[in-house]
Nanobody
């Protein structure tokens, strides 16, 4: 499967953005999907993940209550609604897909998108 992330941009503190991840290929609904991010000089870190059917999600603590991950299997799309953005959310955001079940660690993801830049100004 090929992944294409989009929707990043420049936003002020407290603003919102919606990231999208378009997946090509079949069997999108069989992949666990996730968002990761990487800030300059830092390692890539987990943000949020969603199961095959979209009825179970898991978030990194710092984004709980502000970010919402969702997916539309009929459209082969995944989303990340980001509200109340903070400067520390500034990073390149990547979408990823895993064939494994459960909540894989970062090394367990099989496919990665190219990333989209999110910049939050203070």
């Amino acid at each position: 499967v090929q992944l294409q992330a989009s929707g990043g941009g420049l936003v002020q503190t407290g603003g919102s953005l919606r990231l999208s991840c378009a997946a090509s290929g079949r069997r999108f609904s069989t992949y666990v999907m996730a968002w990761f991010r990487q800030a300059p000089g830092k390692e890539r870190e987990f943000v949020a993940t969603i199961n095959w059917t979209g009825d179970s999600t898991f978030y990194e603590d710092s984004v709980k209550g502000r970010f919402t991950i969702s997916r539309d299997n009929a459209k082969n799309m995944m989303y990340l609604q980001m509200n109340s953005l903070k400067p520390e959310d500034t990073a390149v955001y990547y979408c990823a897909a895993a064939k494994a079940s459960g909540w894989p660690k970062i090394g367990g993801y099989d496919y990665w998108g190219q990333g989209t830049q999110v910049t939050v100004s203070s």
